[in-house]
């Protein structure tokens, strides 16, 4: 077996296709990223309020290869200048997995270039260590996507402990249900920032276990609340903007009171924010003027490393590899619900 983790320069080229997002990108040592391509299929998926799982299966099939080939080309370098091949193969959905895990198995066994099999959420985390070189352990990571919403203690880069997590949806689920609700087009997220910049939040949808002690998550109530709020006041009519920016700022608060109370409980001085729902500015402004009054510093994402990338996934492979995780074989297969940590 090569021993890569004792190599000064680790190149790795990572594929990204968990959800709706086909990517593909090269990094050097978790630090230098010679290419990051996209290939969204949001407008496929926008038609049907979502992501159609089999929609999107077949459209990454279709894009893998080109996208591969445009972020080596862009990168500059050749397959045999790469180090490892890195690969989400969960969480996410299952058939999206399947077909970035099987590209790049196939890739690994005909260049005989090692496998790395990693996390999404993991990769979500470790973006952190691309965007931020001054970050330093012990932090907290507030990871909120499409797919998961989590408190995680992070000591090192391979020792994550998960504080809480949601109890029904995801923070950015709530986020595109909600949007659908009001009319919006998917992704919600983006649209619901939009909107709420042109309302006020004087709207009570309450607040998410606001009895419970720890730092679980619950966004379910408050999308029912939306959707009850929205069915009654139909007839009478009602400010969509309004309801977009109280549903935001209920939403952006659960999210940014248990980052906090979870680094005061911690004795954690820093913060960061992770996922698609990390690009929120709502959240960003709330987290920032808890953090304050504490000295806790907060660290935020480049928009383009919240949402879903491959950057990140070569981010995460780099760490493994330096600490001696095994590589995969031909044997990966995709983990649609892999565990947080
Ligand atoms: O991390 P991500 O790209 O994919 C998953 O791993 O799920 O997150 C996508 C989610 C979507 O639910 C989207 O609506 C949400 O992130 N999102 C936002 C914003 N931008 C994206 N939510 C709130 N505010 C935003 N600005
Ligand atoms: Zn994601």
Redesign the pocket.
Known sequence: MIDLAAKKNITVLAIES????TAAAVVVNARDVLSNVIASQIEVHRRFGGVVPEVASRNHTLALPGVVDRALSLSGLELSGIDAIAVTYGA?LLGALLTGVAYAKGLSYASGIPLVAVS??KG?IAANYLAHPDLEFPYICVL?????SAIVNITDYDKLETLGSTLDD???????KV?RVLGLP????????RLAREGKPCIDFGRPLKNRAGFDFSFSGLKTAVINYTANNQKNGYSKADAAASF?LA??SHLADNAVRAALAKGVRSIAL??????????RELLTNACAPHGIKTYFLP?GL????AAMIAAEAYFMIRKGKAFAGLELDAQASLKII
């Open positions: 968990s959800c709706d997002e996410g999404h959420v979500h909120a996507s499409g797919g998961h995801a923070a950015g689920e709530a986020f595109d949007a998917y992704p919600g997220g983006p649209e619901i920032q935001e939403a952006a992770s996922g698609g729902v990390g690009a929120n500015i709502k959240l928009l919240c949402t879903d990338n």
